[in-house]
């Protein structure tokens, strides 16, 4: 009896041991993560160290990532702004008479513009493109399953309220009315969401949608949770994940392939314009 006791107890725990592995991996599998690369990439869209300097002011998670392509062979050049807001005209005015435009993140040039006013020709750089919300789910293709999630911001960060209600309106036809500090809407592209819910705690929550099961988990503790490498969440499609859940706005649809496509708002992976400083349009180089 002893022995039978045993042996029921190790394929219990071989069970639940196999269970937990085939739950947890695809979570946790971060192989083909490559947010943050394509954050620098983006970041650094078109900079060279002939034609640019960057200025950053931007939350540290996001500067963590810039860290890895500062220090490689042919990096640009690049200064956060508060260790140059003192003598920033000075830089502007040495990079500019090298022919160097002096390009600023989001956050960076609205503190340019409030410390100096019109001093320095600060003009929107529209490469890459920084497509809000509701233009990123205008072109959705209607009919494509898509899932949205929202998730309680960080302080550095926020939710424009205005391009989230339009994003909503263009994607199901009606109206945000659920709120939470989990939040999800899914469904078909153009037609009433499939489900919609709001919490203040971590849920796991299948849809169906066109025809597949849909996995919606939030693995993370607002508000304590604060950074998470694999996502605060995840949405998982047949067992593989298809998207990572951040703070802030998370989206993901499926494309007539069947490929997923995603888009951020609201978090550090989220698209952010940039400014430039240019050297075609300004009177400072020659000062």
């Known amino acids: 009896m002893p022995r039978a006791i045993k042996a029921v107890a190790v ?65 640009i050049p690049w200064v956060r702004l508060n260790e140059v807001m003192l003598h920033f005209p000075d830089l502007v005015r040495d990079n500019l008479s090298i022919g160097r435009d002096v390009v600023l993140t989001a956050d960076a040039a609205a503190q340019v513009v409030a410390a100096y006013g019109s001093h320095f020709p600060v003009v929107r750089d529209n490469f890459p493109p920084a497509t809000t919300l509701a233009e990123t789910a205008a072109r959705i293709p209607r009919g494509a399953p898509y899932v949205m999630t929202i998730l309680t911001p960080l302080a550095d960060y926020a939710v424009d309220d205005n391009d989230l209600a339009d994003a909503v309106q263009g994607l199901t036809g009606r109206s945000r009315r ?45 508000p304590f949770d604060t950074f998470r490498r694999g996502g605060f969440g995840h949405v998982l499609l047949r067992g593989s994940r298809i998207l990572f859940i951040e703070r802030g706005v998370s989206l993901v649809w499926l494309q007539p392939d069947g490929s997923p496509d995603v888009a951020y708002a609201a978090g550090v992976f989220a698209p952010q314009p940039r400014y430039r400083i240019p050297v075609a349009t300004s009177r400072l180089a020659s000062r």
């Open 11 to 75: 394929i219990a725990m071989v069970g639940y041991l196999t269970w937990r592995g085939w739950m947890t991996w695809p979570i946790t599998d971060r192989h083909l993560d490559h947010r943050g690369d394509q954050f620098v990439e983006r970041t650094f869209f078109g900079l060279s160290a002939r034609n640019a300097l960057l200025v950053t002011r931007m939350p540290w998670d996001q500067e963590n990532a810039l860290y890895a392509a500062h220090y490689l062979p042919q990096a």
């Open 178 to 222: 659920e709120h939470g500090r989990y939040e999800v809407i899914a469904g078909v592209a153009g037609d009433a969401p499939s489900l919609h819910f709001a919490t203040d705690q971590p849920v796991v929550r299948d849809v169906m949608i066109a025809g597949d099961r849909l996995r919606v988990r939030f693995d993370s503790w607002l």
